[in-house]
């Protein structure tokens, strides 16, 4: 495992009745464009909510601006959850030294939550780096309620190791 390669992944965002890249979902891209450095992979990660709709995993791909040596997509997550099981396997894939998770202020601590569990005793780092908004009210509101299910989907992403 090399310390000088590094994961910067950013975690997609949208609505159901958005068809473009959300605001949230751009501004956590602009903080990964900021964050890379052109030796990293970049993992751009969030699914499609209707069939009629791209992933934001693709979303972002086609608006992406910064620098990485790789850019690869996870259309797959639908969720938290499935973002942090794509990249802790990712991170193993890649034998990366440190994952920079990019992300909204008010998701960073629950997301980073999982992916260290997910990562713990890998010896990877994982760092996190957020937008500076405080997020709508509903946002904070469904964070607070996914809290509750953290403590199963951090058994379930342990076991994934």
Same mark, same amino acid.
């Given at each position: 495992?090399?310390?000088? !390669?590094?994961?910067?992944?950013?975690?997609?965002?949208?609505e159901a009745s958005e068809t473009g890249l959300h605001r949230v979902c751009a501004a956590r891209l602009a903080r990964a464009a900021a964050e890379a450095r052109p030796t990293d992979t970049v993992l751009l990660s969030g699914?499609? !909510?209707g069939r009629a709709h791209d992933s934001e995993a693709d979303l972002m791909a086609r608006a992406w601006s910064g620098h990485g040596a790789d850019v690869l997509v996870d259309r797959?997550? !639908?969720s938290t959850y499935g973002?942090?099981?794509?990249?802790?396997?990712?991170?193993?894939?890649?034998?990366?030294g440190e994952v920079v998770l990019v992300t909204s202020s008010w998701h960073g601590r629950r997301a980073a939550t999982l992916l260290r569990t997910a990562l713990r005793g890998s010896g990877r780092r994982v760092t996190v780096a957020t937008t500076g908004e405080a997020g709508a009210l509903r946002s904070r509101l469904r964070e607070l309620a996914c809290w509750t299910l953290v403590p199963l989907q951090a058994i379930l992403v342990s076991r994934a190791r």
């Open positions: 495992m090399s310390e000088e !390669r590094r994961l910067v992944v950013v975690l997609g965002y949208s699914w499609a !909510r797959a997550a !639908r973002n942090v099981a794509g990249t802790a396997a990712a991170a193993r894939a890649l034998a990366v």
